[in-house]
Structures are given as structure tokens and as C-alpha cells.
């Protein structure tokens, strides 16, 4: 295929407008372990997500789904000595973990120097990594830590807000699982805020 099919292709997507898309992961696994292993067992309650752009049966199915792998990412992470997996119920000392994700937001557009460049340079603007999309994401949520008996023992509110420019190079031009990392992130940043808050068994 030549350089001007190539073109006509690219230029054809690019006018295709932005897409909107949820970020979902997955999450995988944390980047690296805690620094500090709390001597409590821990218990992801049913991720709740309260983003109004979002429809009822979207919210609990996005949630169940991110319950699992929010657990697993605890149970990598080390800041529990153990994860509890209902029906299995917490010790004494234990803590329940619950997450609501108040944004999952993502979207892409065409870059605005996309098309000019792409014309001017004979496509060179493309095969030289210029930006062909603008990627925008808004992640956030709010964590909150509780003993057996519902007590609040700790609380975090974070927010991954970005735009980020994708060449045809960028790991995330063909990645069909955008917005992991940002959810994977946002899911960090909860956990390293609250988890220092939590007293001594």
C-alpha cells in the first residue's frame, strides 16, 4: 500500500471525530510492592461506581467487574498481610476496603496539527511520530477504610487528570484496553494516601 492510500486512510479515521470510552483496565498488577505491610487482613467490599454519565446497569456491571481486580492488585500490593475473599469473614483486626469511582471517563480526538501536518509533509508528519490523537482521561474516586464494627479508620479522594499526545509509535495508538494505566494509577494513589492513616493494630 502506498504512502498516499495510507494517507487517505488516516486522514478518513481522523474525521471519524472523537470517541468517548470507559476506562475498565485491567489493572494488573501493582508497579512495585508497599514499603510498609500493615499487620492486617484486608476485604475489597463491591466496588461502587457512581459516575452520573454512566447507566445504572453499566455502574454494577463495571463495578463487579472491578472488584476483582481491585482485590487482586490488594492482595500483590503488600499492604495487607492477607486479602479476605467473601464469604470468609474479617478478624478482629481486619479492615474493609471501599472504593466508589466517581469518574470513568475517557476520550479521543484528533490531534488539531494532525490533518495540516499530514498534508504538508506528505505523510512524513506520521511515519516521525507526529501526534495524531490528543487522549484525555479523568479517573477519580474516593477510598475509605473501615474496622469490623464500621468504624472509619481512614479516607482518600484522588483524581487522574491528563492529555497526552499519540503518535503512531505510542504504546496506546493500537491499545485496546485504554485507560488501565490511569485506572491502575488512580487505584495506587488511593491506596498510598489512605493506607498511612490506618492506627496500629
Not at 514499603?35 to 452520573?52: C, E, F, K, M, T
Not at 456491571?61 to 503488600?78: C, E, M, N, P, W
Not at 490531534?111 to 484525555?136: E, F, K, R, S
Not at 473501615?146 to 472509619?152: H, I
Request: aromatic share 6%; with cysteine.
Amino acid at each position: 500500500m502506498n504512502r498516499t492510500c495510507l494517507l487517505l486512510i488516516a486522514l478518513g479515521v481522523s474525521l471519524a471525530g472523537c470517541v468517548s470510552f470507559t476506562p475498565l483496565g485491567p489493572i494488573g498488577d501493582p508497579v512495585e510492592p508497599a514499603a510498609i505491610s500493615l499487620a492486617r487482613g484486608a476485604q475489597v467490599q463491591d466496588v461502587v461506581v457512581s459516575d452520573p454519565d454512566l447507566k445504572p446497569e453499566q455502574r454494577a456491571a463495571i463495578g463487579h467487574q472491578l472488584t476483582d481486580q481491585i482485590s487482586r492488585y490488594v492482595g500483590k500490593s503488600d499492604y495487607f498481610n492477607r486479602v479476605v475473599v467473601f464469604p470468609a469473614k474479617l478478624a478482629d483486626q481486619d479492615v474493609l476496603l471501599k472504593f466508589d469511582l466517581t469518574s470513568l471517563k475517557g476520550k479521543r480526538t484528533p490531534h488539531p496539527a494532525y490533518i495540516p501536518g499530514a498534508l504538508l509533509t506528505l505523510t512524513i508528519w506520521i511515519w516521525v511520530d507526529g501526534p495524531i490523537y490528543v487522549d484525555t482521561y479523568d479517573v477519580a474516586g474516593n477510598l475509605t477504610i473501615e474496622d469490623v464494627n464500621g468504624k472509619v479508620l481512614a479516607k482518600s479522594t484522588e483524581q487522574v487528570k491528563l492529555e497526552q499526545n499519540i503518535g503512531i509509535y505510542h504504546s496506546d495508538y493500537f491499545n485496546p484496553n485504554l485507560g488501565a494505566a490511569q485506572l491502575k494509577q488512580l487505584i495506587a494513589k488511593l491506596l498510598a494516601s489512605a493506607t498511612p492513616q490506618i492506627p496500629k493494630p
